[in-house]
């Protein structure tokens, strides 16, 4: 009986971790401000600096969704903790690629996480970098689009 008491104080830390972290493992990306329901939304999500933002094949995951006027939710399922950062683009005309006017300017909406915004780049992985950890599961993006909205 003794045997079988310390057996389950050394165990009883171990229990019932398994099931939170399973559900703590997925990331619910809310991405807001977006201008109509043309085209598709593309969050691609990116583990290290490497590519960040404009190269999503380089990126951890890369997901598509139909746009919507206003908000949309994506859920990344089974990801690593870890640190990342988040690139999202309005892709109106379903190209999968963002477009620039003649001023090299995005004609499409933008957006990262931690809503990085810089006037004449795209934003560095070190602005747009969190953690994703347990108690952290849900992130919100703002889109932005150059000259409005």
């Known amino acids: 009986m003794v045997k079988f008491i310390i057996s389950l ?9 398994g099931n939170a972290e399973a559900q703590a493992r997925e990331l619910v990306v809310e991405i807001s401000n977006i201008r109509d329901a043309q085209g598709q939304i593309a969050l691609t999500l990116f583990a290290s600096a490497d590519g960040f933002p404009m ?4 990126a951890a995951r ?3 969704v ?12 089974d990801l690593p903790f870890g640190t990342y950062a988040i690139a999202v683009l309005h892709d109106a005309n379903r190209n999968e690629r963002m477009d620039f006017n003649f001023l090299g300017m995005p ?12 006037l004449f780049s795209g934003p560095e992985f070190s602005q747009a970098k969190f953690e994703f950890r347990p108690g952290r599961e849900d992130l919100s993006i703002r889109m932005y689009y150059w000259g409005g909205k």
């Open 9 to 17: 104080l050394v165990l009883l830390p171990f229990l019932g971790t």
């Open 107 to 118: 004609k499409e909406g933008t957006g990262s996480s931690n809503d990085v915004r810089n």
């Open 66 to 77: 139909p746009s919507k006027e206003g908000t949309v939710r994506i859920r990344l399922a």
């Open 62 to 64: 890369h997901v598509f």
């Open 55 to 58: 190269q999503p094949e380089k």
